[in-house]
C-alpha cells in the first residue's frame, strides 16, 4: 500500500505564496508519476500539476501555468508544490496522488491538504 503524506497547507493573501510538501512512502514503478490534483467546494477535483521521479517532466493545468512549480526531491521521496501569485480561485483541498506510466488513473491518492486564499 502506497502511502502519500500531504503538508504545508494553511490561509494566505492574495497575491501570497505556499509550500505544499508530499511525502511518499516508496519511490517505484508504482509512483513513478506524482502529481497534485485539487477540489474546491461544490466542484470536481481537477488536475494541477503532475512530475516523473526519473526524468524530471512536468505537466502543469493552464490556470497555475507560471504561477505554480512541482519539483522532486528523490533522495527525500517527496514532491513539492509551490504556489507564488495566490489567488481566490486557487482555494480548495489539494490532494498529492500517484501512478505508474501505464495506468490512465491514479489510485493512490493523500489525504488532503486545505488551502484557503483570502481576497
Known amino acids: 500500500q502506497v502511502r502519500l503524506i500531504e503538508s504545508g497547507g494553511g490561509l494566505v493573501q492574495t497575491g501570497g505564496s505556499l509550500r505544499l510538501s508530499c511525502a511518499a512512502s516508496e519511490r517505484t514503478f508504482r509512483t513513478s508519476i506524482m502529481a497534485w490534483f485539487r477540489q474546491a467546494p461544490g466542484k470536481e477535483r481537477e488536475f494541477v500539476a503532475s512530475?516523473?521521479?526519473?526524468?524530471?517532466?512536468?505537466v502543469y493545468a493552464e490556470s497555475v501555468k507560471g504561477r505554480f512549480t512541482i519539483s522532486r526531491d528523490n533522495a527525500k521521496n517527496t514532491v513539492y508544490l509551490q504556489m507564488n501569485s495566490l489567488k481566490p480561485e486557487d482555494t480548495a483541498v489539494y490532494f498529492c496522488?500517484?501512478?505508474?506510466?501505464?495506468?490512465?488513473?491514479?489510485?493512490?491518492w493523500g489525504q488532503g491538504t486545505q488551502v484557503t486564499v483570502s481576497s
Open positions: 512530475v516523473a521521479w526519473s526524468s524530471g517532466n512536468t
Open positions: 496522488a500517484a501512478r505508474n506510466p501505464i495506468a490512465r488513473e491514479y489510485p493512490n
